[in-house]
Every structure is written in C-alpha cells, then in structure tokens.
C-alpha cells in the first residue's frame, strides 16, 4: 500500500532498501520535544489568523500534549514506514484525533518543520555547554585559588623553561573556557532566527504570522529568506566548530594530567575515582578518564568534517543529503558534554605534590633568565651580554653538577668579575615568580588578581 503522506501519485510502497537508506527515526526521535513544541506554535498561529478553526486547534493541541507524554514515557510505537520524528507524530496524531491532524501541516513543510526543530536543539545544547563549561571554570578558579602560590615549573617544547605557578597554569585553562563559552554565545545569538513559516522553500500564500510563531519558540524574529531558511545548516556547523575548539582545549588539559600523573613528573594525584587499576601490574594506577577526554576529540572533529564534507557543493535548497546532519550532531553533543562534565569531576579531584612540583621548579637551571636579568638591572649590562654571562655560568654548573644556587661566588666572578652576592636571592624560585608582576605574569598577587575578575564574571 502506498504511502499515507503522499500515496496519491504512488501505486507501491518503497523497496526495503529504499526504507533502509531513506529512514531516520532512529535518531531524529531526539527532536520529538522541539518537533511538538513547533507544531503546538504552529497550530496556534493558523488558528489565531483564521486558517484553521478553533476546534481543530484545540484537538491538535489535545493530541500533541497526549503524544509528547507518550514519547516522554517511552510508550510510543515509533514506526519505520513513517520514515521520521514529524511523520510519526503526524501519524499519532491522526489516529489520536482524526481528520483535524491533517490540518496540522497548512502552510508547512518537513524542510522548514526540520530546521526549526534542529535549531531548537542546538540552542539547548548551547545553553547547556554554556553551564557546564562554567561550572568547570568555577571548579578551575578553586584549584588556582589553592594553588596561587605553588611553584611549578613552567615549559616551553615540553623543556622546563621557567618557573611559574600551578594556579596561573590552570588560569590558562580559564581564559580558553571564556573564550570558548563567549563563541557559544555568540553563535546562539545568531542562531536565533526563525525558519518556520518559510515552508517548502518558497514561502506560502496562506496569511500566515511568521513573527507570531518565531516569538512563541523564543526566537528573535523570522530568517528572512526562504530559501536560505530550509538549507542552511550553518548553525549545526559553529555548533560542531565551537564543541571542536573547546573539546580540544579540554584535550590539552587531559594530556597534561596524564604527564602530571606518571612517577616521573608526580605532579598530581587522582583518587581511585578517576583512575582504575591494571588487571596485571599490581602497582599500576592509571588515568583512563584523561586519556579518554584527549581521545574524544577525534569524534567531535569527525562530525564537523563529515557535515561540512555533506554540505559542501548541495545546491539550494532542501536535499536529503542535509538528513545526515543529525548523527554527527547528536554523536558530538553527548561526546562533549560528557567530556566536560568528566574534566570538571577530574579538576575537582585533583591534588596537586607542592613539593614534587618544587623540587621540578628549581631543577634544569630554570631561573637562568631571572639571573640574565639581575646582571641586566644590577650591572646595567645589555641583556645580550647578560644572556652570554648566564650561558657560561649554566655551563659552569652543568660541568659541576650542581644548580645555579650552588655556585660560590668565588666560582661566578671568575665569569663576571662585577657579580655580588646579592645575585643569589633571583635564583630561588619563590623570588623569580614573585618578580614576574607585569600584566598577565604569573607573580601570585596577579594571578589573584585574575581569579578575582574571572569571579566577577561567571
Ligand atoms: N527527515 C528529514 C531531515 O531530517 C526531514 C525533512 C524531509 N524533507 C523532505 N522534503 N524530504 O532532513
């Protein structure tokens, strides 16, 4: 038997392989909220501009409420043969309250019925990632707190380069969140535009409201072309961008935590909550959780790719190409939200080893730029000459197998004949963070200061 939506011009139905390529609801049940919330929108505006009675928008209405409490627990029968979300609750709907449902679809079309659904949804993912990533830069802000004052070393090609402090390294992270979550504000901003109304492709002649239903959904207002309103699918695209940018931030961080975490560096530690055991080497404590949030990334890149690649070259407007946008999108939603929330149980659990991160702080001559600088200031020597001076002095230490601190003064004026022993309080690492007090510099007071003004605004 032919097809209830469109079987007048169809003797047959489709092969099963045409229903097996064809077919999405699967995974676009997801839209079942947004779809009804559209449709009840919908309705609404037809019968306000007397396109539809009061009657028939009060059963549609009846049926949506009836179906979405159906949907919600999980006793509707989703049919393949309807093909999708918007066939299937058109399908309920007619044997809900009969003739009235196909009134539902005046002046619509699946390709603008889709496009707001989808919007729907990403901006709930946006509002969504927008609270987690700022629950995650409060955890941040605690840890960086804590840790204002605990010397780290600080590196440049993964070499220790010069000391700093573990609470400006994870202020770092911050302001990549805050960057993140203002991308994710921005493109909800733009996002907020209205396809519905837009139908098929071509706008309608029937007196519909477009400003009416784009205020009821939240919108901002109407899109303003047609065409561009049912084959845009930018807003998948920023979405995927944004969860890209950030999930990679997020890996950064992860590999980090699993270099901290290896005996060698001992930088951190995670309980037994975030780590798990090996089936062999008793001793082994190992950090799956960060090695997973520096994996998934993989995932969320893939599905910007993947939608970019079905999107480039579609000519205007609707093709069914643009169905495959849903997969990608819902795989990298729940892929970055569950990589946020594990990132923030992480940051929250974490110890930081003052001393194993000290001890690291002091070793491989890392304070050789605090003494470049003393003979700088002190000796009014250009830096250059300063620089030369600290290289042979580095090398003289290297010789003896001792740090900077450890050569006798004796052993320094040999190099540089006009150094005193005033030279010796730049070369603790408490003294050489201390010292970095220009803006944005990790001295302890300023990286106070920046969890101070991050404060302000979460
Ligand atoms: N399931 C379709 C999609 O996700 C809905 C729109 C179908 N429109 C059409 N003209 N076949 O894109």
């Known amino acids: 038997n032919a097809n209830a939506m469109w079987g ?34 919908h309705a609404d505006m037809l019968a306000k501009q007397g396109i539809i009675s009061e009657e028939d928008r009060d059963a549609i209405h009846d049926g949506l ?41 005046t002046a619509r079309s699946r390709n603008d019925q889709v496009a707001t659904d989808v919007r729907l949804w990403v901006r709930e993912a946006h509002d969504r990632a927008d609270a987690q990533i700022t629950n995650l830069m409060d955890t941040l802000l605690t840890q960086a707190a804590a840790h204002a004052e605990t010397v780290m070393p600080g590196f440049t090609h993964l070499q220790s380069a010069q000391p700093v402090t573990f609470g400006h390294h994870l202020m770092a992270y911050v302001e990549m969140l805050g960057r993140d979550r203002s991308r994710i504000r921005d493109s909800r901003k733009r996002l907020n535009e209205c396809p519905l109304g837009a139908a098929a492709l071509a706008g309608t002649s029937f007196p519909i409201d477009r400003h009416a239903t784009a205020e009821a959904l939240g919108f901002d207002g109407p899109t303003r072309n ?16 944004i969860a890209s940018i950030s999930a990679m931030h997020l890996s950064r961080l992860a590999e980090e935590i699993v270099i901290w975490m290896t005996p060698q560096f001992g930088f951190v530690r995670l309980s037994d909550q975030w780590t798990t055991g090996s089936s062999i080497m008793p001793q082994k404590k190992n950090p799956d959780a960060a ?9 969320i890149i893939g599905s910007l790719v993947a939608l970019l690649t079905v999107m480039k070259g579609l000519p205007l407007t609707y093709s069914k190409d643009m169905q495959e946008d849903k997969e ?27 001393e194993r991160m ?55 004026q040999a ?44």
């Open 8 to 41: 007048g011009r169809f003797a047959s139905s489709p092969s099963a392989l045409m229903e097996a390529i064809n077919v999405s609801i699967g995974f676009d049940r997801r839209l079942a909220a947004q779809d009804i919330r559209g449709s009840v929108a």
């Open 65 to 105: 409420k009836r179906i979405l409490e159906e949907i919600e627990g999980g006793h509707f029968t989703f049919s393949t043969a309807l093909e999708d979300i918007h066939m299937n609750v058109e399908g309920r709907l007619r044997d809900l309250i009969g003739p009235a449902a196909g009134r539902l679809h």
């Open 226 to 241: 047609s065409l561009d309103s049912v084959s845009d699918r930018d807003f998948i695209l920023e979405y995927l961008s």
């Open 291 to 299: 090695e997973l949030v520096r994996a998934k990334p993989g995932r």
């Open 328 to 354: 990608r999108l819902f795989d990298a939603a729940d892929t970055y939200e569950l990589v946020l929330a594990a990132v923030s149980g992480m940051i929250a659990d974490l110890k930081p080893v003052p």
């Open 358 to 412: 000290a001890a690291a702080a002091g070793a491989g001559f890392a304070t050789a730029t605090d003494l470049a600088d003393w003979l700088v200031r002190a000796l009014e020597m250009p830096f250059r000459d300063a620089h030369h001076v600290t290289g042979r002095l580095v090398a003289e230490a290297e010789q003896r197998g001792c740090g900077l601190e450890d050569l006798s003064l004796d052993v320094m």
């Open 415 to 458: 190099v540089e004949p006009r150094i005193t022993d005033a030279v010796y309080a730049v070369l603790g690492v408490e003294n050489s963070v201390r010292s970095r007090m220009s803006f944005g510099g990790t001295a302890p007071d300023n990286v106070r200061a920046q969890i101070a003004w991050w404060r302000a605004r979460l």
